[in-house]
C-alpha cells in the first residue's frame, strides 16, 4: 500500500521542525540543510516537485540577540524572527544551490490565508516558482504576527499549505522515528505503529505533548496537521529528520516513520479552507431539528432553527454553528451579520425580505459554505 500512494506523488509539502533543523538548540544545524538538499535533489530528479515549510527562524536569531531558551516577549521573539530568517534562507540558498536548485522565501500569516484573494495571490506564486523549478520555502512571518493572525504552529501551518498548493503528500520530519501508542520519552515500551488508518479519538489520547526549548508544537500538533491534510485527501508521512537519508529510504518503499492514510471522505478545497484556515467570529446556536438536519442531512441553515446569536460578526464571517449545548456541530460562512440573524432567528425564510426590507438568499448558511464537523 504504502509503494503504491508514494508512486504516485508528484508534489510535496516537507515541514521540517525547529528541533530537526537546529540540532542542539543553539543555532541552524548545516549538516541537516545540506543533507535535505541532496536527499531533495534525489525526489527532484524523480519528476516530484517540493514545497518546505520550515521552522527555525526564531531559534537561529536568538544566539545572536544573547537569549536562552524560548523568547519571553513576543518582541523578543520578532526580533530574533528577524536576525535568524536570513541566516536560514542564506543557509538554504547555499547548500541547495550546490545541487543546481534555487530557493524562494514566502512568509505568511494566517490573514494572508484567509482572505480569499490572498490565498490564490499566494497559491499562483508558489505554482509559478515551481514552474520555474525553484524550491519555496515557507515560514510563518513572526516579525509581524501577533496571537489573532497566528498559525499557531508549522505543524498547522503546513496542513493549510498542502490545501493551498493541492500537494499530494504532507511529510513531517521530526525527532523521532514517528508515531507511538504512548510517548517513546517516557515510556521504554512504546510501539512504533507504521500505519494509521484514521485518527480516531484514541489515536489523539496516545499523543502526548513535547517539551521543547526550540519549536511550538508536539505529537499533538503534528496529528492534527495529518488529521487536517487527511480531510482534503491527502496522507501524511511522519519521519525522523535527524536520520540520514531517512527521505530517500522512504520514497524507495522501505517502511520508516509512521504513514496516515486520508479521510475516507474529503472536503474539497473551499470546505477545507472554511473548516480549517477562517477564524470564527462568533456562534450561532440551532435547536435540535436544525441539528439533526445539518448532521445527516448536510442542508443549508435555515433562520427558523436558529435559537440566538452570540458574538459581532458581519456578512461574510465565518462562525461557529452551535447546539443548544455548546457544542460544536458545524462551522460556515454567514449570509447575515449578527445583528440581521438576530432580527430574523425563528422565522421562515419567506419572512426575511418583510422583517428586513431586502434578502440576500433563504439561508443564514447555505451548504455549499457550511462544513459539518
Keep these: 500500500m504504502r509503494s503504491s500512494i508514494l ?24 549538516a541537516f540543510i545540506a543533507r535535505l538538499a541532496a536527499e531533495t535533489a534525489t525526489l527532484r530528479r524523480q519528476g516530484r516537485e517540493v514545497i518546505i515549510v520550515s521552522s527555525g527562524a526564531v531559534a537561529a536569531g536568538r544566539r545572536e540577540l544573547g537569549i536562552e531558551g524560548r523568547p519571553k516577549s513576543i518582541p523578543q521573539k520578532q526580533a530574533a524572527a528577524a536576525i535568524g530568517q536570513s541566516r536560514l534562507m ?52 513572526d516579525t509581524v ?54 485518527i480516531t479519538r484514541e489515536t489523539e489520547r496516545a499523543a502526548g505533548d513535547s517539551g521543547s526549548t526550540v519549536g511550538t508544537g508536539g505529537m499533538v500538533t503534528k496529528l492534527a496537521a495529518a488529521k487536517k491534510a487527511g480531510q482534503f485527501g491527502v496522507p501524511t508521512l511522519m519521519l525522523n529528520g535527524t536520520v540520514p537519508g531517512i527521505l530517500t529510504e522512504a520514497f524507495a518503499g522501505r517502511e520508516v516513520g509512521t504513514l496516515f492514510l486520508p479521510a475516507r471522505e474529503s472536503l474539497n478545497r473551499r470546505k477545507h479552507w472554511i473548516a480549517h484556515t477562517l477564524r470564527p467570529s462568533g456562534r450561532v446556536i440551532v435547536d435540535e ?16 432553527g436558529v435559537v440566538r446569536v452570540e458574538g459581532e460578526f458581519d456578512r461574510g464571517a465565518c462562525v461557529r454553528v452551535c447546539g443548544t449545548d455548546g457544542a460544536e456541530i458545524a462551522r460556515g460562512v454567514v449570509d447575515y451579520s449578527h445583528a440581521e440573524i438576530e432580527r430574523i432567528l425563528g422565522h421562515r425564510s419567506g419572512e426575511i425580505e418583510a422583517i428586513l426590507g431586502y434578502r440576500y438568499g433563504d439561508e443564514i448558511i447555505h451548504r455549499d459554505n457550511l462544513v459539518v464537523l
Design 7 to 30: 508512486k504516485k506523488v508528484k508534489r510535496i509539502v516537507i515541514k521540517i521542525g525547529s528541533r530537526v533543523l537546529t540540532g542542539d538548540e543553539n543555532g541552524l544545524d548545516h
Design 90 to 141: 542564506r543557509a538554504y540558498e547555499e547548500d541547495f544551490g550546490h545541487f543546481g536548485h534555487k530557493v524562494a522565501q514566502i512568509l505568511l500569516t494566517r490573514d494572508d490565508l484567509a482572505n480569499r484573494r490572498r490565498f490564490l495571490n499566494a497559491r499562483a506564486t508558489i505554482d509559478t516558482l515551481l514552474g520555474f523549478g525553484v524550491i519555496p520555502v515557507i515560514n510563518e512571518n
Design 145 to 198: 504576527v501577533v496571537d489573532e493572525i497566528k498559525f499557531g504552529d508549522n505543524d498547522n501551518l503546513s496542513a493549510l499549505v498542502t490545501n493551498l498548493t493541492e500537494a499530494h503528500l504532507l511529510v513531517i520530519l521530526t525527532d523521532i522515528d514517528g508515531f507511538y501508542d504512548s510517548d517513546p520519552r517516557a515510556n521504554p515500551d512504546a510501539q512504533l505503529i507504521h500505519l494509521v488508518k484514521s
Design 289 to 304: 431539528g436544525a441539528r439533526t438536519v445539518l448532521s445527516r442531512q448536510g442542508k443549508s441553515l435555515l433562520p427558523s
